[in-house]
């Protein structure tokens, strides 16, 4: 489940590895850059998602190189690495129109939701391979209306329970963690504990499911939290 090609454009190592490491663990591919040059040789020949991007690099600036970047590929979403102090308003003002900035030092699990939120918007903008439809065993969600369906019928689902179903029917077979559900479903800024995101499945699996105390489609992984699975079996 890839979630997107980024490219780390940043000349301190150890910073440039923990953004890498935390990146793959989130699912994305990475590519990484230590000067000006090779970001621009790299944003021309792979078709990235997303650009991080340091302000203060060995060649050029980066500046220079959003500049550059934003010339060829305009709607190639860019994040900028800042030393605290550095001119916000020129990151983000017309002259660059970075989608986003981080301070120095930052906690690296906000870079992944940062990039996660650009490339969110920024998709839904181009809205290029949005279905309208997702159709999963006797499943049938409607993006648009928010409805969902088992075998036709009408499931009564809550904001949040078909957030749930949408969010799992777009990674089926894919476990997913009460702490990954909870930032996606609930925000970051949630403050609430994992057990809310138990009491919705719970209640989830009792309008999906045909025995909600033994499921066939939403399932706990032990020791991890939960995945959708199709089921081959139904009758
Ligand atoms: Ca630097």
Redesign the pocket.
């Known amino acids: 489940m890839n979630e997107g090609k980024i490219l780390v454009v940043?000349?301190?190592i150890p910073i440039r590895k923990l953004i890498l490491f935390n990146l793959q663990r989130s699912n994305f591919e990475v590519l990484e850059a230590g000067e000006g040059k090779t970001a621009l040789k790299l944003a021309k020949e792979e078709d990235l998602s997303l650009v991080v991007l340091?302000?203060?690099?060995p060649d050029m600036d980066g500046f220079e190189i959003c500049t550059r970047l934003r010339e060829k590929q305009p709607d190639l979403p860019i994040i900028i690495l800042s030393a605290r102090g550095q001119d916000m308003e020129k990151i983000m003002g017309l002259e660059l129109g970075a989608d986003d900035y981080i301070v120095k030092p930052f906690n690296p699990l906000e870079l992944v939701a940062r990039i996660r939120t650009v490339l969110r918007r920024t998709s839904r903008a181009s809205q290029k391979i949005q279905p309208d439809k997702i159709k999963t065993g006797p499943f049938v969600l409607e993006l648009k209306s928010q409805r969902v369906y088992k075998k036709g019928q009408l499931l009564k689902l809550t904001v949040r329970e078909f957030e749930l179903m949408k969010l799992f029917l777009e990674r089926l077979n894919e476990p997913v963690t009460r702490d990954e559900l909870l930032d996606e479903i609930w925000g970051l800024n949630y403050f609430g504990d994992p057990k809310t995101v138990d009491v919705n499945i719970r209640r989830l699996r009792e309008k999906i499911e045909e025995d909600p105390s033994n499921p066939t489609f939403l399932k706990t992984v032990w020791g991890f939290g939960y995945a959708f699975y199709e089921s081959e079996s139904e009758g």
Do not use: A, G, R, S
């Open positions: 940043e000349d301190e340091d302000i203060m690099l």
